[in-house]
C-alpha cells in the first residue's frame, strides 16, 4: 500500500485524489489534508456567491472524498501544526495544492491606506473565509475603484453592484449581505492599465454586468480600436470586445443610479489621502506593442473604497523552494524535490478555469507513478496511522469529511430564504457544529 498526502482540499487538490484513485485502484490511501476545518478551498472560499453552478462542482469532489481510499483531513495546518519534513517521513508522496490565497501586490505609494483591500482580502469577507470575516470595508462613500481587467475584477464590481434581491439564491454572507444593502456605492471605475484587446475577461462573465438591475457598464467608445481590428482575436476575446462595443453604444444612460465605468489605458501610480483612501492616481497610457507604457499625462479619481483584482500569489511554506517573482513553488512540471510535488495553481500560478486543475491533478499523478516505479518498493511508511499519532501527540483536533457533514447540514439548515446556505465564518463556530 502506498500513501499520498494532498495538501489543500480545493479543486487541484480533489483531482489529483481522483486521478491517484483512478491510477492505484485499492493499492494508494490518500490523505486530503487542510488548513480549515471546511473543504474544496476555493469553491467555497473564492467562486462568487452568485456563481452557484460553479460551485455544484464540489458534488464531485465530495463522491472522490467519500470513497474508501481517500480521507478529508481538516483543521491541521501543514508548515504550521505539522512540517512538509513530517509529512515527507510519513507518506510515499506529498503533493502541495494549497492554491494561491494571498494578494499580489501594486507596490505603489499609499497602498497601505484604510479601505484600501487586495482581492484576496475583499472576496475572502464577502465569501466568508475567517482570515477575512472580520475586514469590515467601509461601503459608505460614493466612489469605488476596481483595479485589473480579469474576471476577478468582474466579480468584485459585480457584486458592489447588485441589489439585496439580485443575491436571492446566492450564498453570500449575512455580514456581507447586509454591508452591500446599506452600500452607498454609486459609481464604480473599473481601471484597466492596457487597452480593450488586452482585457483578461470572459464573455459570460462580462455579459453578465450588461444585465444589472440597478447598474449600467459604460465604456468610452474613443478606448475602442477599429472594429475591423477585432477580426485577428481569438474568439473568446473577441465576444468580450464586442461586449465592451455594446457598452460603449448604451452610454452611461441616465436611468440607472449606479454606473460602472471602465477607465481603459489608466494606470494607477499612487492612492492619495491622509488615513483613508480618498482618491488613485492615475496616468494615462498608450500600448508600445503588447505593452502599457506611460504618456505622462496624469490625473486623479476619486476613491471611497480599492479593491485590487491584479492577481495571486501561493503561500510560502517553510523548507519548501519558492519562486518570489512568480510567487508559486519552484518546480520543474510539478516536481519540487524527491518525493515532495505542486499541483495547480500552487504548481503554474493563478490562471485558467477552475477544469484547468482536472489534467493537472492527473498530470501530477503520472509523474509519481513514474517516480514510484523508478524508486522500487513502499518503504512501509506510517502513512494516515503516523499522521494521527502525530497529531494526538500535538493535540491536533483532526476534522473528518463525516465532520463537514454535519457542519454543512447545520449551514443549509441556518440558510434564509431561497439561499442553499449560510457559512460559519469563523473556526471555532465550524468546530462547535460538529456537535
Ligand atoms: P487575471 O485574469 O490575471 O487578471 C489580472 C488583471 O490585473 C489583468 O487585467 C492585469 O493587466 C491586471 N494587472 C496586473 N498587474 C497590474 C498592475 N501592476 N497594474 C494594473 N493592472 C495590473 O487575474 P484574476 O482576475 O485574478 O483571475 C485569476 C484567474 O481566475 C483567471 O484565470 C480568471 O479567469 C479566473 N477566474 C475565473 C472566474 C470565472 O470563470 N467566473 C472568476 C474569477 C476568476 P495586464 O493584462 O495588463 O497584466
Given at each position: 500500500m502506498r500513501h499520498l498526502a494532498i495538501v489543500g482540499s480545493g479543486p487541484a487538490g480533489y483531482y489529483t485524489a481522483e486521478a491517484a484513485v483512478k491510477a492505484w485502484p485499492d493499492a494508494v490511501r490518500v490523505d486530503v489534508i487542510d488548513?480549515?476545518?471546511?473543504?474544496?478551498g476555493l469553491i467555497r472560499g473564492g467562486v462568487a456567491p452568485d456563481h452557484q453552478s460553479i460551485k455544484a462542482v464540489s458534488r464531485r469532489y465530495e463522491q472522490v472524498a467519500l470513497g474508501e481510499q481517500v480521507r478529508f483531513v481538516g483543521n491541521v495546518a501543514i508548515g504550521g501544526d505539522v512540517a512538509v519534513e513530517e509529512l515527507l517521513e510519513l507518506y510515499d508522496a506529498v503533493v502541495l495544492?494549497?492554491?494561491?490565497?494571498e494578494d499580489r501586490r501594486?507596490?505603489?505609494?499609499?497602498?497601505?491606506?484604510?479601505n484600501v483591500f487586495g482581492s484576496a482580502a475583499f472576496v475572502g469577507w464577502y465569501n466568508g473565509h475567517p482570515r477575512f470575516a472580520q475586514l469590515d470595508p467601509d461601503l459608505s462613500g460614493k466612489h469605488a475603484v476596481v483595479i485589473g481587467m480579469g474576471n476577478v475584477a468582474l466579480d468584485v464590481a459585480r457584486i458592489l453592484a447588485k441589489t439585496q434581491e439580485e443575491f436571492a439564491g446566492s450564498d453570500i454572507v449575512a455580514h456581507a449581505l447586509a454591508a452591500l444593502s446599506d452600500s452607498g456605492v454609486e459609481q464604480i471605475t473599473i481601471l484597466g492599465r492596457r487597452g480593450p484587446h488586452q482585457i483578461a475577461m470572459t464573455p459570460k462573465e462580462l455579459g453578465e454586468l450588461g444585465r444589472l438591475e440597478r447598474a449600467v457598464p459604460c465604456v468610452d467608445a474613443g478606448d475602442l480600436p477599429p472594429v475591423e481590428a477585432d477580426a485577428a482575436l481569438e474568439p473568446g476575446l473577441r465576444k468580450s470586445v464586442a461586449l465592451l462595443r455594446q457598452f460603449a453604444a448604451i452610454?452611461?444612460?441616465?436611468?440607472?443610479?449606479l454606473v460602472i465605468h471602465f477607465d481603459l489605458f489608466a494606470a494607477p501610480v499612487a492612492f492619495t489621502g491622509t488615513d483613508r483612501v480618498a482618491g488613485v492616481r492615475v496616468e494615462r497610457t498608450r500600448l508600445d506593442g503588447d505593452r502599457a507604457v506611460g504618456s505622462g499625462d496624469f490625473y486623479e479619481l476619486p476613491a471611497d473604497l480599492v479593491v485590487t483584482c491584479i492577481g495571486y500569489r501561493t503561500s510560502p511554506i517553510k523548507g519548501v523552494p519558492y519562486d518570489e517573482r512568480a510567487g508559486r513553488f519552484v518546480n520543474a512540471g510539478g516536481r519540487i524535490s524527491p518525493r515532495l510535488y505542486c499541483v495547480g495553481w500552487a504548481r503554474r500560478g493563478p490562471t485558467g478555469t477552475i477544469g484547468t486543475n482536472r489534467p493537472d491533478g492527473y498530470d501530477v499523478v503520472e509523474r509519481i507513478a513514474e517516480d514510484w516505479a523508478s524508486d522500487?518498493?513502499?518503504?512501509d511508511r506510517k502513512g494516515r496511522d503516523g499522521l494521527d499519532a502525530l497529531a494526538a501527540q500535538r493535540g491536533l483536533d483532526i476534522v473528518t469529511f463525516r465532520d463537514w457533514q454535519k457542519i454543512d447540514a447545520a449551514e443549509v439548515a441556518a440558510a434564509r430564504e431561497g439561499a442553499p446556505r449560510e457559512k460559519f465564518v469563523d473556526v471555532p463556530a465550524m468546530l462547535e457544529a460538529r456537535g
Open positions: 488548513a480549515l476545518p471546511v473543504p474544496f495544492a494549497t492554491g494561491a490565497p501594486l507596490d505603489l505609494p499609499g497602498e497601505s491606506l484604510a452610454g452611461a444612460n441616465g436611468d440607472k443610479p522500487g518498493a513502499s518503504l
